[in-house]
């Protein structure tokens, strides 16, 4: 396992380019390098930032250590795509280099409004018992200019709260914005902590996306755990979304497994009253490896996520100079009121050469492929000393994904076994893009997530009845 290392508080300059370049082409060397995941060129990625679809373009933003695997002074870096397949990256967007943000550019959202594309950040200021919580701006032009404002757009925050305050999701209702800030509560101050003992989410208002005016917490009727990150907002037919990843919120028999959660909530939010009104709500994603979920409205308004492909920081079983990546870009709808994902159609026309089969043991000629499963939901994919294993018991209706079998173990502390409740199984949708694997059931009613690092081809075998569904290819466009 890869021991946890210590870093400097070390920002880009110009000067490092050479020495960058240099570890950027090793990292193509690397054999578990996806092919159509977003994922570092080198150093660690985590929480996609500024999500948006801007001047015929998709911009994704995202944070980003470049001098190592490990979380350091975060940037945001940047890359673009007309299809969301093909991405091309872009330069540094934010660097740590102001005394505001001098301990990072953390997470934030993009918004458009008079033709430009405002990127709105946690600036990490850092104090001897703690932090000071500000928010930053920068706005970016029709050219890719983008300008960084040289101070703070909120530089204060509410009594009661720790200095863990971060995240803003700015949106538009009606004729006003509003800014969703995650943050913690401290419920028992003589308990020294880092954060509160309760998660919560901050309403703040503004007529020009500068000034903005505090207005309260809003009112949420689940477990918030001990703090509130990444929140999100999206309208799907009519209903508004939140998604949010709570720190420390109580695993339950069959969910909340993982270190951090990543919830939505579905139903209103009253920006008058500071409530949500909950119609229905669930944790987001049943596998291993996700986290920080970002929703934001694509080309012609389509309401589409990312998240990180990645959960607090396992011991990985390798050694790269890359760690992390973003999860495709998935299309959102709501079935029955229940929030579902799948992969946005440019991603699945990728695999594109389709092959039925009826076997016991499928081989696959690589490791990015797609594989729709409509029979047998219980099999193992990889090879028999190095496996991955997905099983459905229909009489309970829960799905199970097991890592146990995997010959490059991925941190015991994590476990190896994750749950999804789901009362019918009509059809399993298995992308693999080499270490990166997206597993959809029933088209995205629920989704497993989650890496492996494995060596061979893959092979998908069951030990009984037969597999019957279709193998998808890379389509080659030769």
């Known amino acids: 396992m890869t021991e946890p290392k210590k870093f400097t508080e070390r920002y880009y300059q110009t000067s490092e380019k050479e020495t960058l370049d240099k570890q950027i082409k ?11 995941h977003i994922y570092p060129k080198v150093g660690l990625m985590n929480d996609p930032n500024g999500l948006a679809y801007y001047n015929g373009k998709y911009h994704f933003f995202f944070q980003w250590y470049p001098f190592d695997t490990l979380h350091g002074l975060k940037h945001w870096g940047h890359t673009s795509s007309t299809d969301l397949v093909n991405w091309s990256d872009q330069d540094f967007a934010l660097i740590p280099d102001q005394e505001f943000e001098k301990n990072g550019c953390y997470s934030g959202n993009a918004l458009e409004y008079d033709g430009k594309l405002y990127l709105f950040y946690t600036a990490n200021y850092k104090v001897e018992n703690g932090k000071l919580p500000k928010q930053g701006l920068a706005i970016m032009d029709k050219e890719g200019k983008i300008t960084k404002r040289d101070k703070p757009i909120l530089d204060h925050f509410p009594t ?12 538009r209702r009606q004729d006003s914005f509003y800014m969703l800030l995650g943050g913690s509560k401290i419920n028992h101050p003589e308990v020294k902590q880092k954060f509160g003992d309760e998660g919560v989410l901050l309403l703040y208002k503004s007529q020009d996306l500068i000034n903005w005016e505090y207005q309260g917490e809003v009112d949420l009727p689940i477990d918030k755990g001990y703090m509130l990150e990444c929140p999100s907002l999206i309208t799907i037919e009519g209903k508004d979304v939140l998604f949010l990843s709570p720190m420390g919120i109580k695993p339950t028999e069959h969910n909340f497994k993982n270190r951090f959660a990543t919830v939505y909530l579905v139903g209103h939010l009253e920006v008058e009253n500071l409530k949500f009104l909950v119609d229905d709500w669930d944790e987001l994603d049943s596998g291993f490896d996700f986290y920080a979920p970002q929703a934001f409205y694509g080309k012609n308004h389509t309401p589409l996520m990312t998240a990180w492909f990645g959960c607090g920081e396992p011991a990985y079983p390798v050694a790269e100079k890359w760690k992390h990546g973003l999860s495709y870009t998935q299309v959102l709808s709501l079935n029955k009121g229940q929030l579902k994902r799948y992969p946005a159609q440019n991603i699945v026309d990728v695999f594109d050469e389709q092959h039925h089969f009826e076997t016991d043991e499928l081989m696959t000629s690589s490791r990015n492929y797609r594989v729709n499963l409509t029979q047998n939901f219980n099999f193992k994919v990889g090879q028999k000393h190095d496996y991955w294993e997905f099983m459905y018991d229909k009489k309970a209706g829960l799905a199970s994904l097991s890592r146990s079998g995997l010959q490059k173990t991925i941190d015991p502390s994590c476990g190896f076994l994750r749950f999804a409740e789901i009362k019918t199984l009509k059809e399993v949708d298995i992308f693999v893009d080499n270490s990166f694997v997206e597993v959809y059931l029933n088209k995205g009613e629920r989704v497993f997530t989650f890496v492996t690092f494995q060596d061979e081809q893959d092979c998908l075998f069951s030990d009984g009845q037969p597999l019957i569904g279709s193998l998808f290819t890379e389509y080659n466009k030769n």
Request: avoid cysteine; aromatic fraction near 18%; glycine fraction near 8%.
């Open 26 to 36: 090793e990292v193509q060397k690397s054999q578990y390098r996806p092919k159509y």
């Open 160 to 171: 009661g709260l720790s200095g863990e305050l971060r995240d803003p999701f700015v949106f």
